[in-house]
Structures are given as C-alpha cells and as structure tokens.
C-alpha cells in the first residue's frame, strides 16, 4: 500500500514536469523563431544594402572636340511682288480673253479685268462736244483782240476729234489771252476732259507684271464699285523667305550670303541669299528678322523652307542629349567609381540636343535617364 501510494505520487510528479516543460515549449519555441527571422531578414537587407551601393550604369566617355556653330532659319516663302486688283469704277464686268480665276497667269501689259465703258465713252464725247462748241464761240474775238494767236488756236481746234483724246493746249503766255480763256471755261473745260479720259483708263485693268492670281473675287456679269477688292495678284519668279536670328548672332552674318535652304514637303534644295535685316528688334524674343531671296521653278507662296548658316565653332565642345542636362546645367559623371555632378556650359541648343563646354578629357558621362537620386553612390560603367 505504501509502495502504491508512493508510485502513484511519483506519477503526478512527473506529469507536473511535464506539463511545464510543454507548456515552457509553448512559449520559448515562437520566440525563438521569431528571432532566427529577424536575424535572417537583417542579414539579407544588409546584403542588399551592400548590392545598391555598387551600381553599374551606362556611360560614354567624353572626348571635347572644334564643334561647328550653325544658325537655323526658317520660315514661309512669300512673293515679293505682291498687290490687290481694287475696282475704281462703277460698272458691269465683262469677259476677257483670259479668264480671270485663281491660279491663272498674266503677262505684263495684259488684260485681266475689263469694265463696261460705253455709257462713260458717250460721256465723255459729249463733254468733248461742249469743249469744241466753246472754243468755236471764242474764236471770232480771238481773231480781233488776239490776232497774233488766232492761227494757233485754229490750228489746235482742227486737230480736236471726238472720238480720239483730247490734244494739248497751245502754251498761254500772254497774260491777258489767260483771263479770256479762262472767263470762257475753256480751261475749266479742258481739264474736265484728262480728268475723265484718265479715268476712262481705269474701266481696264492690266497686269503690272508677269505672275498669277491667287485670289479671284470677280464673275463676268458682276456689278463692280469703286474701291471693290476683286483679287489678289503675285509675281511668280521672285519670292523671298522671312526669318528669325537671335540678335546676338547677327554678327556672324551679312548681305548677300548665301544659304540652301531645304523643303521637306517637296524633297527640293533651293538656293537662296541673304537679301536684307529687318531695322527693329522684336523685345519679347530678342530677334531680328532676316530676309532672304530665294528662287525655284516649283516654289508656292506658303512653302515652308529650313536651312543653316555656318557662323562660327567652339572650341572644346561636346554634343550630348538634351535630357542628360540638368535645370542647373549640370550633368552626372563617374569619377573614382562615385556619382558626382559636373558642372558644364551650355553654348547652343539644338532640337534634341545641346552643345556644352566644361568637360575634361576621359570624363565618364552617365547616359542613363536618371529617375531616382543616385548622387555619392559607388558606381562602376557597364
């Protein structure tokens, strides 16, 4: 019994051991494993840590060099001779042999608009009329008062005809011969008449010189008005080009340079020289416009031309991309396998890249698009 008693006491015991060891397991096994990967994860970030700080980046190593300095220009061909085909008169517009639309050439001195003239024609005859009807009536006192004139004067009204333009009038010396004429109207008379013969010129209207319409605002059969626009008329052998150059380049240039200029949208080469500067310099931009003749069978007013001028070099210049540089005029190299900034100037801008100077021999310039901060870290090139 004793024995029993005491065996089953040392049973308990051992249960209550272990009860305490599970239950010490319980809790020192997640602690355990929860510090074997913390220990792990640091090793690892510190790893990692030691990767980052050795990048490799994509570089090119910088060689200055005599870089050519051109001046871009562009601009619009326009036609030098330019003008608008205005109506003076009044009248119904009639069809010429040339018909008058848009795209259709003229040469100089001929027809492009004809305006009816016949009720202005009757007109004028009949002003004539009266003229001739004046002078007959002061002839007789020309005869007796002015006798040594007489025969000029009968001379002059023999060779007036109605239908022709009124001739000259015989030189007035004699002052007291002027104050007849005159208080006869026969000067009032006859300046009536160049004034409307010279208006007469104006119901036809012919091309100043060789070139064609680019606008036609006149049908046959249209009323026209006096001072009506009826079209737009250029010279298609001289056009010119119209472009902008910093000011401060306009030293680099001068009268009568020549430059090609180029058509992308034809796929022609033109030659063209500088013809003139503008006098005023533009003050939002600081340019100057420049003026150049241009020449080409195929040239429309309109065309858009590009060329360059060859002004000067820099010495000691890299081209690179324009991304590469920095707001600061900046740019990141690799020097003793660190990141560092470089200072550079800028010299010219192009489309898609930018001439600096400020490099040193060997530099290795990081070419790679720079998205997060990578100054002072250790960096190898690719």
């Known amino acids: 019994m004793i024995i029993s008693n005491y065996i089953n006491k040392l049973t308990n015991q051992k249960m209550r051991i272990m009860r305490l060891i599970i239950g010490f397991l319980f809790v020192a096994l997640p602690v355990l494993f929860w510090q074997c990967t913390t220990s792990s994860g640091k090793e690892q970030d510190t790893a990692t840590t030691g990767e980052e700080r050795l990048r490799s980046f994509n570089t090119l190593r910088v060689t200055p060099s005599e870089i050519s300095h051109h001046l871009n220009m562009t601009g619009r061909v326009i036609a030098i001779k330019k003008i608008d085909v205005v109506a003076q008169v009044q009248g119904i517009s009639k069809a010429t042999a040339q018909i008058f639309e848009e795209g259709i050439t003229f040469r ?6 004809f305006i009816d003239d016949a009720d202005y024609r009757y007109d004028l005859a009949a002003k004539k009329s009266q003229f001739l009807s004046a002078l007959v009536r002061v002839m007789s006192d020309l005869k007796l008062d002015y006798p040594t004139h007489f025969e000029q004067w009968n001379q002059y009204l023999s060779t007036i005809h109605i239908e022709k333009p009124i001739p000259e009038l015989p030189a007035v010396e004699n002052a007291q011969l002027r104050y007849f004429m005159s208080s006869n109207n026969i000067f009032n008379l006859y300046y009536g008449l160049k004034s409307m013969e010279e208006t007469l010129q104006d119901f036809k209207i012919y091309a100043p010189f060789n070139g064609a319409l680019t606008q036609a605002l006149l049908d046959p059969g249209d009323l026209v008005i006096p001072g009506a626009r009826l079209g737009e008329f250029i010279a298609t052998d001289a056009y010119e080009v119209k472009a902008a150059i910093s000011s401060s380049n306009l030293k680099y240039l001068h009268k009568g340079q020549d430059i090609a200029l180029y058509s992308r949208a034809l796929g022609q080469e033109y030659k063209a020289s500088i013809d003139r500067f503008g006098t005023t310099i533009d003050p939002a931009t600081q340019s100057v416009t420049v003026y150049l003749k241009v020449k080409g069978s195929d040239l429309r007013e309109g065309t858009y031309l590009e060329g360059k001028i060859e002004a000067s070099t820099y010495p000691e210049a890299v081209e690179i991309p324009l991304a590469l540089l920095t707001r600061e005029n900046q740019v990141y190299i690799i020097k003793d396998s660190i990141v560092r900034l470089k200072n550079v100037e800028p010299v010219e801008f192009r489309q898609q890249t930018v001439i ?13 698009p720079v998205l997060t901060p990578i100054l002072g870290l250790k960096a190898t090139s690719k």
């Open 356 to 368: 600096v100077q400020g490099f040193s021999e060997g530099d290795q310039l990081i070419t790679d």
């Open 108 to 113: 100089k001195g001929q027809l492009m608009v």
